[in-house]
């Protein structure tokens, strides 16, 4: 069963060597702390936000590429996560943080302020990135 759909409200965001189209998401079933109406962030395919678990991108915040933001995760802010990174379980990102490359942030992990979370690097259990950190 689906949990969101396109409001048909596009961006497009110039990447490294091309451009992507984002779409602006919208809840279209209830689940937690969401209500079917209410306007998301963006994400550039459905396969950047799991249609499972209670998973949401809010705000200005972005996925895009092949990333993927899955379970319980919240990506909100003008948070970015792209590439082929991946935010799942209760997993926070925030803020103007960037989680990309092939990073994950799982756990109850949080990343926020300004940090950046890349390459092959993993934040998971209860550990927190914030402020100008970089991982």
């Not at 396969?47 to 996925?63: F, I, M, P, R, T």
């Not at 756990?107 to 300004?114: R, S, T």
């Amino acid at each position: 069963m689906k949990k969101y759909e396109f409001t048909g409200e596009t961006k497009t965001v110039a990447l490294a060597g091309r451009t992507a189209t984002l779409h602006r998401i919208r809840a279209i079933v209830c689940f937690k702390g969401v209500n079917s109406g209410d306007t998301g962030g963006w994400v550039e395919c459905e396969k950047n936000l799991s249609h499972e678990g209670d998973a949401w991108v809010y705000g200005n915040a972005k996925v895009y590429d092949n990333a993927k933001v899955c379970g319980d995760a919240r990506v909100y802010g003008n948070a970015r996560v792209c590439d082929n990174a991946k935010v799942c379980d209760n997993a926070k990102v925030c803020g103007d943080a960037w989680v990309y490359g092939n990073a994950r942030v799982y756990g109850n992990a949080e990343v926020c302020d300004n940090a950046k979370v890349c390459d092959n690097a993993k934040v998971c259990g209860d550990a927190w990135v914030y402020g100008n950190a970089r991982v």
